[in-house]
């Protein structure tokens, strides 16, 4: 690593002697006290840090330009995927540099649009975000979600389409939940937990969330006065997603415990006011609701089918009949219209689509313009057309049209960005993990980069909770390719590229397998000249933060710099905090003693050594992250200072009025991406000229 200054002065952070026992080993926590958000010590640490940061990356000469390159970049129109409901088609616009992107309708989507929602308009600085979006069934009245500081509560307003005005009605104390209205657009139902008994910020931000509720909102009355529909008592860890079936007559309610894809689906007839029908209650598979005919309901499954497969089953029999059979990629969604169904499935980690009967029979490819990802096919079981979203690591999204009984597509929106695409490019290749399996990786990079081992790069993984990494454009990365980076992406096991025997090969007591997929990458990218261990930075968010913790640790020596945004990094008390209960799926939990010498064996925070030379490190984090507890951050950067051998600098950059990533303003984003490339430039010593 290229010498970048004398040790750096470290904040004060005072050791304590707190020591906790699991089945009988003693665990020291010394910064236990970070813990605490609203302490006058966590403040000033934070304070602290963040002017250690700043003052790091301030010395930078290229700092400024980066930034400068970003929000050119940024600056483009980025359009949503339409959506018709009534008369009228709905989608959201960026015009480049907006904070959160505005809400449009339109008659048509070649007439003039009209501002049917501004978010920027709901705060200063952009930090109160549309987070949550649906429509009564003749679009004349909107519900509309939002959620301040990146924060995963909600609040719920009713909007009549028309005018343009709010109703009086507010719903509080929403968390992951849409709304589903009635069909007679008479009220919606929705999911909550209970008012915390102190509703402070710091309660909101810390406690553990449990027994989730769904509750049906009349329109006009007072969030009192809203019915409890379902609740489940005897199960605290159950969420409860609602949802209206097209004809109106189903309620049907998705049942996840944590964050297993695993679930269950139950359905009552709101036609006449049965109780819930605990249609499919073995929680042996996932289900996603598609459809249905009368109380046939057609459902997307990994029953007996790990890579996906579509049934219909019968509320009178429950006997499953096979419509669409499992093939050889992973069917990661689906959407009938009429009697076709749309496919969309995985090859190697990019999207495929398929049109087909639901009897399963093929009508052909709905062909995309190359290795990249689509998404988007909504739209009512009716919809003669539909849209969807095409991007890869080259290429903006670009929006399209499919008339479903022409066959024909169309682009409807397609960006103009400050780049010619055609200087850059992406492949792919398959290397051997440590256990020999294939892992697919794509590459992308400027066309003319030299493979002598001099590129900087970023290795990017996941690896977790049966979520599939595909293409997608950012503007920070192409300024990183335009540096004359390389960035990887690597399909690590734990995900969904595969389906679900690839993400139960990353879990519990294999979770091991997602680290050494990564490292083998590192490897592949050094051993084939890509870059060199003092050009190769390691980066990844969340789950990728715990990625990027546990293989630093375990391999300090072969990574350049370390880049974890808001990581589980104490993995022996994940399951305290907020929702983090939900990853015991993937991750197991301290209490049981078995699983406990797993988690211990990998956490990031229990493992770091003093005396060790770690890789320079920036984490970043949020002081309103409620989703992982960001005392996991502090905790780290507190330990990984501490215990750093040698001047490489370890950072925390911790961003105020923000949360997990969602909703994140434009301007946030683009200053973290140009503090981190900032970073890089130091550390790995890429020319440092503005």
Not at 646 to 656: F, H, K, T, Y
């Amino acid at each position: 690593m290229p010498k970048t200054a004398d040790r750096l002065p470290y904040p004060d952070a005072p050791r304590i002697d707190h020591v906790d026992v699991y089945h009988g080993t003693a665990v020291p926590d010394p910064y236990r006290w970070l813990e605490d958000l609203d302490s006058p010590e966590t403040a000033a640490w934070i304070a602290e840090e963040n002017a250690l940061t700043e003052s790091f990356l301030s010395e930078i000469p290229r700092h400024a330009s980066i930034r400068a390159r970003l929000t050119e970049l940024w600056d483009y129109e980025r359009y949503s995927v339409p959506s018709r409901h009534g008369a009228s088609y709905i989608y959201s616009k960026n015009s480049g540099l907006q904070n959160q992107a505005v809400l449009y309708i339109a008659p048509s989507l070649d007439a003039p649009a009209r501002v049917l929602l501004d978010p920027n308009a709901l705060s200063a600085d952009g930090t109160v975000a549309l987070t949550g979006l649906s429509f009564s069934d003749d679009g004349t009245l909107m519900a509309y979600a939002v959620s301040a500081s990146g924060s995963d509560w909600l609040e719920w307003r009713v909007r009549d389409v028309a005018t343009g005005t709010d109703r009086t009605d507010l719903v509080r104390w929403s968390k992951f939940s849409g709304a589903a209205w009635r069909k007679d657009g008479s009220g919606f139902f929705y999911s909550r937990y209970a008012e915390p008994a102190d509703p402070t910020d710091v309660a909101r931000f810390k406690d553990a969330n449990y027994f989730h509720q769904v509750y049906f909102h009349r329109l006009g009355t007072e969030q009192g006065d809203d019915k409890l529909v379902y609740e489940r008592p005897d199960h605290k860890d159950w969420n409860i997603a609602a949802h209206v079936s097209d004809d109106g007559r189903w309620l049907i309610l998705h049942v996840t415990r944590g964050s297993d894809p695993k679930n269950r689906m139950f359905v009552q007839d709101l036609t006449d006011g049965t109780p819930v029908v605990e249609l499919l209650n073995r929680g042996d598979a996932s289900y996603d609701f598609l459809g249905n005919d009368g109380a046939r309901f057609y459902i997307l499954t990994t029953l007996d089918a790990p890579r996906g497969r579509v049934i219909s089953v019968e509320l009178d029999n429950r006997a499953a009949v096979e419509c669409v059979p499992q093939t050889e990629d992973t069917l990661q969604d689906a959407a009938i219209f009429g009697d076709r169904l749309v496919a969309l499935y995985l090859h190697d980690a990019h999207s495929l689509i398929h049109l087909r009967t639901l009897g399963g029979t093929m009508i052909g490819p709905i062909p995309l313009p190359g290795l990249g990802s689509a998404s988007g096919f909504g739209g009512k079981r009716d919809a003669a057309e539909t849209f969807f979203n095409y991007t890869s690591y080259t290429a903006p999204s670009t929006v399209y049209r499919y008339d479903l009984v022409s066959g024909k597509t169309s682009a409807v929106f397609t960006p103009s960005v400050k780049f010619d695409p055609s200087g850059y490019t992406s492949e792919q290749v398959f290397y051997a993990s440590k256990d020999g399996t294939r892992i697919p990786m794509i590459i992308s990079y400027k066309k003319g980069v030299v493979r002598n081992g001099e590129a900087p790069a970023i290795l990017y993984g996941y690896g977790g909770f049966d979520i599939s990494v595909t293409p997608a454009f950012s503007p920070a990365m192409l300024v990183w390719m335009e540096m004359g980076g390389i960035y990887a992406v690597a399909n690590l096991r734990g995900g969904g590229e595969y389906g679900e025997e690839w993400h139960l090969a990353g879990v519990l007591d294999r979770k091991q397998n997602v680290f050494d997929d990564f490292i083998a990458a590192a490897n592949y990218l050094i051993g084939n000249n890509w870059t060199s261990t003092p050009k190769l930075a390691i980066a990844g968010g969340s789950n990728g933060g715990l990625l990027v913790g546990a293989v630093m640790t375990q391999r300090p020596e072969l990574f350049g710099a370390a880049l974890p945004a808001v990581g589980v990094m104490d993995m022996l008390r994940f399951q305290k905090f907020t929702i983090g209960w939900a990853w015991i799926s993937d991750y197991g939990s301290s209490d049981d003693p078995r699983q406990f010498r797993t988690l211990l064996a990998y956490s990031p925070l229990q493992n770091l050594k003093p005396g060790v030379t770690y890789p320079p490190t920036l984490i970043t984090t949020a002081d309103h992250d409620d989703r992982v507890f960001p005392a996991h951050s502090f905790k780290f950067a507190a330990q990984l200072q501490a215990d750093q051998a040698g001047d490489a600098p370890v950072l925390i950059r911790v961003e105020s009025k923000a949360g997990h990533g969602v909703g994140k303003p434009t301007t946030k984003i683009i200053e973290e991406a140009a503090d981190r490339y900032a970073f890089l430039v130091r550390v790995l010593g890429i020319a440092d000229q503005a």
